[in-house]
């Protein structure tokens, strides 16, 4: 290889893993090729050369894990790799600092707007959920209105009283203040009342098919026969299901919409049905409950909801949601419809996150791999990094599936100022410094903010170093301990580093490796959230242990703190003996 194939090598090299470590452990070719050739103006008449070395670089490359692309990026690249993170995250900052000003509702009068965030209690607060909380409290801020808190509990079967609070302790969290909170069940005798006027106004009838013949029909657009049901004998019919004289599936309440309409959901929908499980709230008083395509629209105006929001797969509905409104002569709210929000490798859906937890795949809805709030809570994440990552997203319709790496940056930017910085060496190997100074180190607890204080460390002759870090470096090879001094290693056995004093010079182009002192630190597990899923199915190896030992500093810290260990990421303190790593 000449002179200058080598020296393109050598910068394809460094580029190429910060490229890998940029984008989940795979670099990109082309990505490598541009940024060689733009930082490197020179070069740019060995295109062909270039892209040959390139690609053999990113072929040896991407062979190795994410956790060996770090390690040596950490030990050979040490400088470059902390100047890109400190580029993203002037980047973070500036996009951050764009408005997140949400657009103007129409018909909006300053002072009159009411919005409502409706949450089924049959399962634990996801980010899905905070996305349209947070739009609606945000809304009714911007025009000084009304927001409300309102369970939709109108499905027995499916709900429990145990998750209603956990959506009040959400929303507590993330700093959501609703002006009311209530839940539908409340207004049963209300919805009884409207089902027999739309009864008597010949808007609904008694429907005694079977579901699957309602099924059939409805498909076929065909017109159920008990359509045509007399008031009286409707009304007397309604009557016996509401006295609990009729068994469940033996009758429904069904709406007189449009059999003929393409959009199905017009074609007669069910308003109410009869459901015999207890409701977490009221036991047995009630055997009839309505569907949400009759609550939901009843309450908002009941409510004086003006503005109801709701995710997009709803659109389909927006016609049967006025037209049964219209057809009670209540009041219609302006109805406003944005994206889901569901992170990549991950899900929302409880038909898929209730299977983990009852196999005990995951520990629970607070386990820090899902994207529950709770969760989420748990693993580091600041309720304002939240906010604003909602907001950034915005309200459009467009579906997307964001990756956890833009709340992961909006998080790291509100950490760093804020957050204590510690030693920990994961999968820790001894190292023994021949003729060691005797020296005390003054470590600062925060780079910047003087009111953090400092701790001094008695420095010995033997440490704990990253065993990672380590074994890519040979006989000879220097490092500098952070913050004290350079070591030259002698020789490396399996469970020790032996290395000589080599100087304190700060300015020496070495890598970089933290430390703990032998007798000043003790033993601490991180676990690391990963994927939860991988093409929709389980990520076994979602959830990382790492094992390591943190300086004697760090016991000091209190149960939910969040630190940075240097060259580790932020973690949460979620017991004495565990933390959890928001990210790196």
Same mark, same amino acid.
């Given at each position: 290889?000449?002179?200058?194939?080598?020296?393109?090598?050598?910068?394809?090299?460094?580029?190429?893993?910060?490229?890998?470590?940029?984008?989940?452990?795979?670099?990109?070719?082309?990505?490598?090729?541009?940024?060689?050739?733009?930082?490197?103006?020179?070069?740019? @008449?060995?295109?062909?050369?270039?892209?040959?070395?390139?690609?053999?670089?990113?072929?040896?490359?991407?062979?190795?894990?994410?956790?060996?692309?770090?390690?040596?990026?950490?030990?050979?690249?040490?400088?470059?790799?902390?100047? =890109?993170?400190?580029?993203?995250?002037?980047?973070?900052?500036?996009?951050?600092?764009?408005?997140?000003?949400?657009?103007?509702?129409?018909?909006?009068?300053?002072?009159?707007?009411?919005?409502?965030?409706?949450?089924?209690?049959?399962?634990?607060?996801?980010?899905?959920?905070?996305?349209?909380?947070?739009?609606?409290?945000?809304?009714?801020?911007?025009?000084?209105?009304?927001?409300?808190?309102?369970?939709?509990?109108?499905?027995?079967?499916?709900?429990?009283?145990?998750?209603?609070?956990?959506?009040?302790?959400?929303?507590?969290?993330?700093?959501?203040?609703?002006?009311?909170?209530?839940?539908?069940?409340?207004?049963?005798?209300?919805?009884?009342?409207?089902?027999?006027?739309?009864?008597?106004?010949?808007?609904?009838?008694?429907? +005694?098919?079977?579901?699957?013949?309602?099924?059939?029909?409805?498909?076929?657009?065909?017109?159920?026969?008990?359509?045509?049901?007399?008031?009286?004998?409707?009304?007397?019919?309604?009557?016996?299901?509401?006295?609990? =004289?009729?068994?469940?599936?033996?009758?429904?309440?069904?709406?007189?919409?449009?059999?003929?309409?393409?959009?199905?959901?017009?074609?007669?929908?069910?308003?109410?049905?009869?459901?015999?499980?207890?409701?977490?709230?009221?036991?047995?008083?009630?055997?009839?409950?309505?569907?949400?395509?009759?609550?939901?629209?009843?309450?908002?105006?009941?409510?004086?909801?003006?503005?109801?929001?709701?995710?997009? =797969?709803?659109?389909?509905?927006?016609?049967?949601?006025?037209?049964?409104?219209?057809?009670?002569?209540?009041?219609?709210?302006?109805?406003?419809?944005?994206?889901?929000?569901?992170?990549?490798?991950?899900?929302?859906?409880?038909? +898929?996150?209730?299977?983990?937890?009852?196999?005990?795949?995951?520990?629970?809805?607070?386990?820090?791999?899902?994207?529950?709030?709770?969760?989420?809570?748990?693993?580091?994440?600041?309720?304002?990094?939240?906010?604003?990552?909602?907001?950034?997203?915005?309200?459009?319709?467009?579906?997307?599936?964001?990756?956890?790496? &833009?709340?992961?940056?909006?998080?790291?930017?509100?950490?760093?100022?804020?957050?204590?910085?510690?030693?920990?060496?994961?999968?820790?190997?001894?190292?023994?410094?021949?003729?060691?100074?005797?020296?005390?180190?003054?470590?600062?607890?925060?780079?910047?903010?003087?009111?953090? @204080?400092?701790?001094?460390?008695?420095?010995?002759?033997?440490?704990?170093?990253?065993?990672?870090?380590?074994?890519?470096?040979?006989?000879?090879?220097?490092?500098?301990?952070?913050?004290?001094?350079?070591?030259?290693?002698?020789?490396?056995?399996?469970?020790?580093?032996?290395?000589?004093?080599?100087?304190?010079?700060?300015?020496?182009?070495?890598?970089?490796?933290?430390?703990? +002192?032998?007798?000043?630190?003790?033993?601490?597990?991180?676990?690391?959230?990963?994927? &939860?899923?991988?093409?929709?199915?389980?990520?076994?190896?979602?959830?990382?242990?790492?094992?390591?030992?943190?300086?004697?500093?760090?016991?000091?810290?209190?149960?939910?703190?969040?630190?940075?260990?240097?060259?580790?990421?932020?973690?949460?303190?979620?017991?004495?003996?565990?933390?959890?790593?928001?990210?790196?």
């Amino acid at each position: 290889m000449t002179e200058s194939s080598t020296e393109i090598r050598a910068l394809a090299r460094k580029i190429s893993f910060l490229n890998a470590v940029s984008h989940g452990g795979k670099a990109d070719t082309k990505a490598v090729v541009g940024r060689l050739m733009a930082e490197h103006g020179d070069l740019r @008449g060995q295109s062909k050369l270039i892209t040959q070395i390139v690609m053999s670089v990113v072929s040896e490359l991407n062979k190795l894990s994410i956790d060996e692309q770090k390690s040596i990026l950490n030990t050979e690249y040490s400088d470059s790799y902390e100047a =890109e993170q400190e580029r993203k995250r002037k980047q973070a900052e500036r996009d951050s600092e764009k408005a997140l000003e949400l657009p103007k509702l129409p018909d909006a009068k300053m002072g009159a707007v009411v919005t409502r965030f409706p949450p089924e209690p049959n399962g634990f607060m996801h980010i899905g959920h905070a996305k349209a909380a947070i739009i609606c409290s945000e809304y009714s801020k911007m025009y000084n209105g009304k927001f409300i808190l309102r369970f939709d509990d109108t499905n027995p079967s499916a709900e429990k009283k145990e998750y209603y609070q956990p959506f009040v302790d959400a929303f507590n969290w993330l700093n959501i203040k609703p002006d009311l909170i209530r839940n539908s069940s409340d207004d049963m005798d209300r919805f009884y009342d409207l089902a027999e006027q739309m009864i008597r106004n010949e808007k609904a009838y008694v429907c +005694t098919c079977t579901k699957e013949g309602i099924r059939e029909k409805r498909a076929r657009a065909e017109a159920c026969e008990h359509r045509s049901r007399p008031v009286e004998e409707n009304l007397s019919l309604w009557h016996q299901m509401v006295m609990k =004289e009729i068994q469940k599936s033996e009758a429904t309440l069904r709406f007189k919409g449009d059999m003929g309409a393409l959009n199905t959901t017009m074609r007669d929908p069910v308003l109410f049905r009869i459901v015999l499980e207890p409701h977490p709230l009221l036991g047995n008083k009630y055997s009839v409950w309505p569907t949400y395509d009759f609550a939901g629209p009843v309450e908002d105006s009941l409510d004086g909801v003006t503005h109801a929001m709701r995710s997009k =797969e709803y659109e389909l509905r927006d016609e049967q949601y006025h037209a049964i409104l219209q057809s009670l002569g209540l009041r219609d709210p302006t109805i406003i419809e944005f994206s889901r929000l569901n992170l990549q490798n991950t899900t929302v859906h409880k038909r +898929t996150l209730r299977p983990l937890i009852a196999e005990k795949l995951v520990e629970g809805w607070d386990d820090p791999r899902l994207p529950t709030i709770s969760a989420l809570r748990r693993r580091g994440f600041l309720p304002e990094s939240i906010r604003e990552f909602i907001l950034r997203m915005g309200i459009s319709k467009v579906e997307s599936q964001p990756t956890w790496d &833009l709340l992961e940056s909006i998080n790291r930017k509100l950490l760093d100022p804020i957050s204590r910085r510690f030693f920990y060496v994961p999968d820790p190997i001894k190292l023994r410094v021949s003729k060691a100074p005797s020296l005390i180190a003054k470590l600062n607890y925060h780079p910047e903010r003087t009111d953090y @204080g400092s701790r001094e460390i008695r420095l010995g002759d033997t440490f704990f170093v990253p065993f990672s870090d380590v074994r890519n470096l040979g006989r000879g090879s220097i490092f500098r301990l952070i913050e004290a001094y350079n070591v030259r290693i002698l020789d490396v056995h399996e469970n020790l580093v032996l290395a000589g004093y080599a100087g304190e010079d700060r300015t020496a182009d070495v890598p970089k490796l933290q430390w703990v +002192t032998e007798e000043g630190s003790f033993p601490l597990t991180i676990e690391v959230p990963g994927a &939860l899923l991988i093409d929709d199915k389980f990520n076994p190896d979602s959830l990382k242990i790492v094992r390591g030992v943190v300086e004697q500093a760090a016991a000091q810290l209190s149960i939910g703190e969040i630190v940075q260990f240097v060259r580790f990421g932020f973690c949460r303190k979620d017991s004495d003996q565990l933390m959890i790593r928001a990210h790196s």
